[in-house]
């Protein structure tokens, strides 16, 4: 079983930067890839970057390619997803998530307004 609690979002202007983190608890956490997804009102949730359990191996969409790196640190149980060159369209609620095959647990998601 893995919780997982999100924190750093918020308010920026366009052009900003934030760097949101993902703590969760849990033994298994270094066994999970993990995940940040998006989803902005009006619109379907948007898988925007992962991480394999050793960091070996990062996606990103296209949306945010080039501006937004994830990263972990398994010591601390944590994933981060530094947002850079933020965008009014980036705004939306952002939530991690950790699975195997799939993602199997969620986060309760952390709000990111970018203002033009």
């Known amino acids: 079983q893995v919780q997982l609690v999100e924190s750093g979002g918020g308010l920026v202007q366009a052009g900003g930067s934030l760097r949101l983190s993902c703590a969760a608890s849990g033994r298994t956490f270094s066994n999970y890839d993990m995940g940040w997804f998006r989803q902005a009102p009006g619109k379907e949730r948007e898988h925007v970057a992962r991480i394999t359990w050793r960091g070996a191996t990062t996606y990103y969409s296209d949306s945010v390619k080039g501006r937004f790196t994830i990263s972990r640190d398994n010591a601390k149980h944590t994933v981060y997803l530094q947002m850079n060159s933020l965008k009014p369209e980036d705004t939306a609620v952002y939530y991690c998530?950790?699975?195997?095959?799939?993602?199997?647990?969620w986060g309760q998601g952390t709000q990111v307004t970018v203002s033009s």
């Open positions: 998530a950790a699975g195997t095959v799939g993602y199997n647990y």
